[in-house]
C-alpha cells in the first residue's frame, strides 16, 4: 500500500475511533463505508483491520467503566453473536472470490440501513426486553460483524430502545463489539487471513487508534449528541447510497 492510499486510510480510521469512543458506535461503518466508496483497500482486508482496531479501541475505552454492563444481556447477546460471526466469515469468504459487486452492494445496504437506524429515535420500552430479544440481535449483528466487521445496526436498534442511562448502553456496546471484533480476528487469523498487508495496516493503526481513544474520552465534542447524531448519520447515508449506486450501475453494465 502506497502512502497517498495508507494516509487517507489512516485519517478514516482516526475520526471514525474518536466518533465511535464518543457515541458508543460507527467505527466500523465509517471505514468500511469510506475505504469501499474510495477504492482504499479491499473489502476483506479492510473488514480484518477494523475488527483489529474494534478490539484496541473497546481495551482503551471500557477500564473503569464495566460497572455499567448489564451482564445479563451481554451474555445474551454474545451466545447470538458467536455462531454468526461463523457464518459471517465464510460468506464473505465466497462472496470475495465469487461475487465483489454483490458485496460491495450488501456493505452499502447495511450502511445504509444502520444510518436510517441511528437517525431514527426509537420508542423508549417501559420495560427492559427478555435475554431472547437480546440473542436475536446479537445474531444479526454477528451476521454482519462476520461479513463485514459491521455489527452495529441491530444492537444498537435494541439497546438504544432499553429503559438504561446513556452510559450504560454506550459501554455495553462497545464491550459487544469487542466480542464480536475480537471471535472475528481469532477465525481469520485461523484460516491464515492475516497477511503481511493486513499486518502493516494494523501496525500503523493500533497506535494512532490508541491515541483517538483516549483523546475521545478525555475531549468529547462540545456538541448536543442530536446534533453528533444527525451528522453521523448524513454522513453514512451519503456513504451508503454511494457504495449501493455504484454496485447497481457495475450490475448494469
Given at each position: 500500500?502506497?502512502?497517498?492510499?495508507?494516509?487517507?486510510?489512516?485519517?478514516?480510521?482516526?475520526?471514525?475511533?474518536?466518533?465511535?469512543?464518543?457515541?458508543?458506535?460507527?467505527?466500523?461503518?465509517?471505514?468500511?463505508?469510506?475505504?469501499?466508496?474510495?477504492?482504499?483497500?479491499?473489502?476483506?482486508?479492510?473488514?480484518?483491520?477494523?475488527?483489529?482496531?474494534?478490539?484496541?479501541?473497546?481495551?482503551?475505552?471500557?477500564?473503569?467503566?464495566?460497572?455499567?454492563i448489564?451482564?445479563?444481556?451481554?451474555?445474551?447477546?454474545?451466545?447470538?453473536?458467536?455462531?454468526?460471526?461463523?457464518?459471517?466469515?465464510?460468506?464473505?469468504?465466497?462472496?470475495?472470490?465469487?461475487?465483489s459487486?454483490?458485496?460491495?452492494?450488501?456493505?452499502?445496504?447495511?450502511?445504509?440501513?444502520?444510518?436510517?437506524?441511528?437517525?431514527l429515535?426509537?420508542?423508549?420500552?417501559?420495560?427492559?426486553?427478555?435475554?431472547?430479544s437480546?440473542?436475536?440481535?446479537?445474531?444479526?449483528?454477528?451476521?454482519?460483524?462476520?461479513?463485514?466487521?459491521?455489527?452495529?445496526?441491530p444492537?444498537?436498534?435494541?439497546?438504544?430502545?432499553?429503559?438504561?442511562?446513556?452510559?450504560?448502553?454506550?459501554?455495553?456496546?462497545?464491550?459487544?463489539?469487542?466480542?464480536?471484533?475480537?471471535?472475528?480476528?481469532?477465525?481469520?487469523?485461523?484460516?491464515?487471513?492475516?497477511?503481511?498487508?493486513?499486518?502493516?495496516?494494523?501496525?500503523?493503526?493500533?497506535?494512532?487508534?490508541?491515541?483517538a481513544?483516549?483523546?475521545?474520552?478525555?475531549?468529547?465534542?462540545?456538541?448536543?449528541?442530536?446534533?453528533?447524531?444527525?451528522?453521523?448519520?448524513?454522513?453514512?447515508?451519503?456513504?451508503g447510497?454511494?457504495l449501493?449506486?455504484?454496485?447497481?450501475?457495475?450490475f448494469?453494465a
Open positions: 500500500m502506497n502512502l497517498e492510499t495508507l494516509l487517507p486510510l489512516l485519517a478514516v480510521i482516526a475520526v471514525a475511533t474518536y466518533f465511535q469512543t464518543v457515541t458508543g458506535f460507527g467505527l466500523g461503518m465509517i471505514v468500511m463505508g469510506a475505504t469501499s466508496g474510495f477504492g482504499l483497500a479491499s473489502i476483506a482486508t479492510v473488514a480484518a483491520v477494523v475488527s483489529l482496531i474494534s478490539v484496541a479501541n473497546s481495551a482503551c475505552a471500557l477500564p473503569g467503566r464495566l460497572h455499567h448489564d451482564w445479563r444481556a451481554a451474555g445474551a447477546a454474545s451466545l447470538g453473536i458467536l455462531p454468526a460471526i461463523v457464518a459471517g466469515v465464510l460468506l464473505l469468504d465466497f462472496l470475495s472470490g465469487t461475487a459487486n454483490l458485496l460491495q452492494l450488501l456493505l452499502g445496504v447495511v450502511i445504509l440501513h444502520g444510518s436510517i437506524t441511528f437517525s429515535r426509537p420508542a423508549m420500552l417501559a420495560t427492559r426486553s427478555s435475554e431472547r437480546f440473542f436475536a440481535s446479537g445474531f444479526l449483528s454477528g451476521l454482519t460483524g462476520g461479513l463485514f466487521g459491521i455489527a452495529g445496526p444492537l444498537i436498534f435494541q439497546f438504544y430502545r432499553q429503559p438504561m442511562e446513556p452510559a450504560v448502553v454506550r459501554n455495553m456496546l462497545l464491550l459487544l463489539f469487542a466480542v464480536t471484533a475480537g471471535t472475528r480476528s481469532l477465525l481469520t487469523a485461523a484460516q491464515g487471513g492475516f497477511d503481511a498487508e493486513i499486518l502493516t495496516l494494523a501496525a500503523f493503526t493500533l497506535p494512532l487508534v490508541a491515541l481513544t483516549l483523546v475521545g474520552r478525555r475531549y468529547p465534542p462540545a456538541l448536543a449528541p442530536r446534533t453528533i447524531r444527525r451528522v453521523a448519520s448524513l454522513t453514512l447515508v451519503a456513504i447510497a454511494s449501493v449506486v455504484s454496485a447497481l450501475r457495475s448494469a
